[in-house]
């Protein structure tokens, strides 16, 4: 993991927030290569999960809402970790997470045992809406994107004329005052869930919880997490929360151990119900055809941003040994990122800076590819030290610009460019004007 870790911050992918003072715990900043990286899994989720499909929309909902969503959902009251403070140093730790030594608990801090009583903590944020500081103007900074799709049912509904099933997707900050963040990004106190609320009778809830199951596997096989890294534990009677009739956890094998990636839970119709006692007001359905009104069910699919992004990153972190030109014994790190999710697509290189003619196709090149994907240009250094940068960042293709491709070794190379594969290392000769198409059918 610390290799890991030490790449994110060398090649600008993660960085602790706030660092020239200290940083702030819980809380992380995502550099050029984790921005586009973050930027390329979300709108994947939102290509499939939303653009191809027909019965789905989308929302973005603000991340403050009034305080009696979160009295109706239950956050107010239960939204908590039963925590103990440690009296010997006054550290606070999650009752169920605490180190035993001969079944006694002790601080994981200090090791000592004079430990209070479990209590409920709430891990809502609080804030206020307005100057006063009242109880009244007291507002939560949403602990989960969720609660935004089921006060807008009715709207969405309307608006959008879907039939049963549908659903609602949505992509957002979530923040929970976790007591312990750690894992480096893995729990965080600001984060990013994508989550899907997906509407149904109740007779259809159980199967199309198995539905989404093999929908999500799917799509982690299609972001380069084979089925054979996900763990899926089918969250048994008495363990689920009590509304729910069916979850599964999918859980990757991380390098700190096997952790949960997202949530896929069959909530029944607790939500609205919840929310039509609390407001007051009908979200019921109306079946047209068969002139029934009833209270839609729910799956829901809830994966989180930067937990599928470690994810990425720890399947994608590989070393190996190399021979370089000179027969030297080398090891290349590599992020071998699938193409769709790599945060650039394309280096492109001219073979030596000092020359006009190859500096001039190679800008050439970048700025043709540049409006279809992101391509990195770049002069400086030896060839092969331009490779292993981008190897190490995940460009899946490295296009360069030699003397054959401006002509001078006669027509038949005029215009052809070597394409450089990062996991075979191979290269090969192609057309220049077979590039953005090769390129765009890989990254896709
Ligand atoms: P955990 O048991 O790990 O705290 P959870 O079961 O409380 O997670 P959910 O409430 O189901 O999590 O949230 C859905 C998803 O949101 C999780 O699967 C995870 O990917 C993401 N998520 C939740 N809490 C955090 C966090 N503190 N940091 C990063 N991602 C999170």
Request: net charge negative; aromatic share 10%.
């Amino acid at each position: 993991m610390e290799k890991i870790v030490s790449l994110c911050k060398r090649r600008g992918f993660v960085f602790q927030s706030s660092e020239i003072y200290g940083g702030l715990n819980g809380f992380w900043d995502y550099g050029p290569m984790g921005v586009e990286l973050k930027r390329n899994l979300k709108d994947y989720w939102w290509r499939r999960m939303v653009h191809e499909r027909d019965d789905m929309v989308g929302m973005d909902g603000s991340i403050i809402m009034n305080r009696a969503v979160w009295r109706a959902s239950g956050h107010e009251e239960t939204f908590s970790d039963p925590m103990v403070d440690c009296k010997t140093c006054k550290s606070r730790h999650r009752a169920d997470q605490l180190p035993r030594k001969d079944d006694v608990p002790y601080c994981p801090n200090c090791g000592g045992r004079d430990l209070t009583e479990p209590r409920a903590f709430n891990l809502m944020f609080k804030s206020h809406a307005g100057p006063l500081e009242t109880d009244e103007n007291l507002v939560y900074l949403r602990p989960e994107t969720a609660q935004a799709m089921f006060v807008q049912f009715k709207n969405i509904l309307e608006t959008s004329r879907k039939k049963l099933p549908f659903g609602i997707a949505q992509i957002g900050k979530a923040f929970r005052n976790e007591i312990n963040p750690r894992n480096y990004t893995f729990r965080s106190r600001e984060f990013e869930q994508m989550e899907v609320e997906y509407f149904c009778r109740a007779e259809d809830g159980l199967a199309l919880t198995d539905y989404w199951l093999e929908e999500r596997l799917k799509f982690y096989e299609d972001i380069g997490i084979p089925r054979a890294k996900i763990r899926i534990n089918d969250i048994p009677d008495g363990e689920r929360a009590f509304y729910s009739k069916k979850t599964y956890d999918l859980e990757y094998e991380f390098p700190f151990g096997v952790s949960e990636l997202e949530g896929i839970a069959y909530r029944t119709d607790y939500d609205l119900s919840k929310h039509m006692q609390h407001s007051g007001k009908p979200l019921e359905y109306f079946d047209e055809e068969k002139k029934e009104k009833f209270v839609p069910h729910v799956v829901e699919p809830s994966a989180g941003v930067d937990r599928t992004t470690l994810a990425l990153l720890c399947e994608a972190f590989d070393e190996e040994e190399v021979t370089d030109e000179k027969g030297q014994k080398e090891v290349r790190t590599v992020l071998r990122f699938h193409p769709r999710m790599a945060p650039v697509k394309c280096g492109v290189f001219p073979l030596l800076k000092n020359k006009p003619a190859l500096v001039e196709k190679a800008r050439a090149i970048a700025v043709a590819l540049r409006p279809h994907m992101m391509t990195f240009y770049d002069e400086a250094g030896a060839i092969g030290r331009r490779y292993r940068r981008q190897d190490e960042i995940g460009t899946p293709f490295c296009v360069t610009v030699d003397f054959d491709t401006i002509g001078e070794n006669g027509p038949e190379k005029h215009d052809t460019v070597t394409l450089r594969n990062r996991d075979s290392m191979q290269q090969e000769r192609i057309p220049v004007s077979e590039l953005r198409a090769r390129l765009e059918a890989a990254v896709f």
